[in-house]
Structure formats: C-alpha cells, structure tokens
Nanobody, 120 residues
Framework: QVQLVESGGGLVPPGGSLKLSCKPTGTIASLNGMGWHRQAPGKERELVAHNTGGITNYAESVKGRFTISRDYGSNTVFLQMDDLKPEDTGVYYC???????????????WGQGTQVTVSS
C-alpha cells in the first residue's frame, strides 16, 4: 500500500498562511480522488476539502480561504490555507484514492497527520 508523508504544519498567527503537502511514497498509476480532513481537540474528524473526478468541494468554514491542488508529476497533494483563524487549529490528515496499475482496484491511504496551530 502507498504511504503518505505529510508536512507543512506549524504555528501561525491569525491571518497567516500555511501550505500543507502530502507526498506518496510508492508508485501510483491513477489518482482518483484526494482530500484533506482535520480534527480539533475534543471534536470529530471533519472534511475540509475534497476533489474527485475534477469536482472540488470545501467545507463552508474554509471556502474562499483554502485551496486543494496536486502536482501531476509526483502526485503530491497540497492544501493552501490563507487567512487562518484560531478555529482552524487541529491535526490535518490527507487521504487519497488511487490505483497502482491502470486497471487495478481502487485503494485508499491516509497520511499520519500534521499539526496546525493558529494562535497569537
């Protein structure tokens, strides 16, 4: 199974920006879907952004501030986060749906999570 390595989290003041990266370690033939989720302390994990078949959806709370994207060469998935707010604090997880051969079954992998803290 493909492993995902996340990076880019950290401490940032309100109004700041961060860009999270999620890089797969194995070979991917087809990336069918990608997404970012987050989990705040004491809360359930929630979907932040997702792209499947070219259609992108964002949580209402991040629309206009966050952008999900990918590098087609490396299949690295990104989450650009602008105008960050304290309520954006949490552990951010990426996940992808992919195949390792062009007609293989679709598999799902999750990253290990990266901490984002928005505080002055």
């Amino acid at each position: 199974q493909v492993q995902l390595v996340e990076s880019g989290g950290g401490l940032v003041p309100p109004g700041g920006s961060l860009k999270l990266s999620c890089k797969p370690t194995g070979t991917i033939a087809s990336l069918n879907g990608m997404g970012w989720h987050r989990q705040a302390p004491g809360k359930e994990r929630e979907l932040v952004a997702h792209n499947t078949g070219g259609i992108t959806n964002y949580a209402e709370s991040v629309k206009g501030r966050f952008t999900i994207s990918r590098d087609y060469g490396s299949n690295t998935v990104f989450l650009q986060m602008d105008d960050l707010k304290p309520e954006d604090t949490g552990v951010y997880y990426c996940n992808i749906y992919y195949t390792t051969t062009y007609y293989g079954r679709i598999q799902n992998s999750w990253g290990q999570g990266t901490q984002v803290t928005v505080s002055s």
